[in-house]
Nanobody, 121 residues
């Protein structure tokens, strides 16, 4: 069974920084895409950043220039460095993995349980 576990959320003041981490586990051989999404109350889930296996990164328009995603393929881990945080960045941040090859088969995608990020003074 594949599991994604996020860490690093919390409360931060406007203009501050946070770093999220997400580790995938479960006899994984390879993952095609890893990324981050977020969902604020009353809003739809939106893409924050998405990293393909060849290293291409796509960011959501609202976070470009402030957030940086990175990936360690050997550790099946993805990171999100969030700088210049704004109150509107407050949301539950979810880790996502697409195209997972593991020891017993193929999984289209998997989601973490989410980690809360709150930006407030």
């Amino acid at each position: 069974q594949v599991r994604l576990v996020e860490s690093g959320g919390g409360l931060v003041q406007p203009g501050g920084s946070l770093r999220l981490s997400c580790a995938a586990s479960g006899s994984i051989i390879g993952i095609n895409v890893m990324g981050w999404y977020r969902q604020a109350p009353g809003n739809e889930r939106e893409r924050v950043a998405r990293i393909t296996s060849d290293g291409s990164i796509n960011y959501g328009d609202s976070v470009k220039g402030r957030f940086t995603a990175s990936r360690d393929a050997d550790k099946n881990t993805v990171y999100l460095q969030m700088n210049s945080l704004k109150p509107e960045d407050s949301a539950v941040y979810y880790c996502n993995a697409e195209g997972i090859l593991h020891s017993t088969g193929w999984l289209d995608d998997s989601w973490g349980q989410g980690t809360q990020v709150t930006v407030s003074s």
